[in-house]
């Protein structure tokens, strides 16, 4: 019986998934396995790297999965398992009176944010998650707690380091997802971004950085 173009499509829409899906696979794998390799090298402790040995085809194929099915506004570059966007001259900056408008009316838990993060001239920008919620702070998951305009509140990042919370949209995901970065206010080459910040930029709800992502809407 011959084929009608509907499903021919869907066919070809189908192969071309799974051809994506393996290509982040390998992306990842040999990623992880790199930064495995150098962790270990460094910090020897071998109950800890069997641990995540163990869980890595699981995040391997739990990111590739939600990326292919994913509906997410930038360019993908499949063979090396990354986001590509062009990059702004300068990196995005806290604007405190942004951050007190947004953070005190639609912050709740689950929504993700952007950070950006200053070490020694290097500025760049990454994701976490809120998952506490008070009258005049927000805490995110790795960075710790922020007042609501977006103020770093805590102690749990080296002194080295600078963090600002960052209103969440497109303009300041971005640079996150796609690991861009900038040397004293001039662009830099991107950064590979970890399994866990792919994973996390599959949750991006891109339609209503509001609320979280569903699982119906990923």
């Known amino acids: 019986m011959r084929q009608q173009p509907s499903q021919q499509a869907d066919l070809f829409a189908l192969d ?3 051809v994506l899906y393996a290509e982040l696979c390998n992306a ?9 390799s150098q962790q270990c090298a ?8 069997s641990r995540l040995l163990d ?7 739990r990111a590739a999965f939600h990326i292919v099915h994913g509906h997410c506004p930038l360019t993908l570059d499949g063979q090396n398992g990354s986001w590509i966007a062009k990059q702004a001259s300068k990196p995005p900056s806290c604007d405190v009176q ?4 947004f953070y005190s009316s639609y912050a709740q838990v689950g929504i993700l944010v952007p950070l950006v993060v200053s070490a020694g001239h290097l500025q760049y920008v990454t994701i976490d998650t809120l998952d506490q919620i008070s009258s ?3 805490h995110c998951n790795q960075a710790g707690w ?6 770093y509140q805590d102690t749990r990042l080296s002194a080295s380091q600078q963090v600002q919370l960052l209103v969440p949209n497109k303009k300041n995901f971005t640079p996150a997802c796609c690991g861009h970065r900038w040397q004293q206010n001039k662009v830099s080459s991107p950064r590979t971004l970890s399994l866990r910040e792919m994973l996390l ?4 709800n891109w339609k209503n950085f509001k609320k979280p992502m569903s699982v119906k809407e990923n």
């Open 146 to 151: 922020f007042d609501l305009q977006g103020q």
């Open 98 to 101: 942004a951050n007190q408008t």
């Open 16 to 18: 071309q998934q799974r």
């Open 55 to 61: 869980s890595l085809p699981y995040y391997v194929e």
């Open 201 to 204: 930029t599959t949750r991006i």
């Open 28 to 36: 990842f794998y040999a990623r992880e396995l790199h930064r495995l």
């Open 42 to 49: 460094n910090q020897p402790d071998p109950k800890r790297v």
């Open 136 to 138: 005049n702070r927000v």
